[in-house]
Nanobody, 116 residues
Framework: VQLQASGGGSVQPGGSLRLSCVAS???????MGWYRQAPGKQRELVAA???????NYADSVKGRFTISRNNAKNAMYLQMNSLKPEDTAVYYC????????????WGKGTQVTVSS
């Protein structure tokens, strides 16, 4: 599967952005997630959603970010509210296929910049 992430941009602190990740095929049997990497830091998990819809979040974004998916559109989303400067990073979407074979794919990143 190939992934295309979009929706990044520049926003002031307290603002919102919505990231989208569209897959080239069905995501029905795919666990998906958003990761981010800030300059000089390791890539970290932001939020994940399983094929069944279970979610988990990094402590730093709980209550501010919401991950969701639309299997009919082969898409995953990340609604980011109350953005902080420390959320500035390149955001990547990831897909982990669990059936009928194992496969991992990464999308190209989309830049999110939070600055006044």
């Amino acid at each position: 599967v190939q992934l295309q992430a979009s929706g990044g941009g520049s926003v002031q602190p307290g603002g919102s952005l919505r990231l989208s990740c569209v897959a080239s095929g069905s995501i029905f049997y795919i666990n998906m997630g958003w990761y981010r990497q800030a300059p000089g830091k390791q890539r970290e998990l932001v939020a994940a959603i399983t094929s069944g819809g279970s979610t988990n979040y990094a402590d730093s974004v709980k209550g501010r970010f919401t991950i969701s998916r639309n299997n009919a559109k082969n898409a995953m989303y990340l609604q980011m509210n109350s953005l902080k400067p420390e959320d500035t990073a390149v955001y990547y979407c990831k897909a982990d296929r669990i059936y009928p074979y194992r496969e991992t794919a990464w999308g190209k990143g989309t830049q999110v910049t939070v600055s006044s």
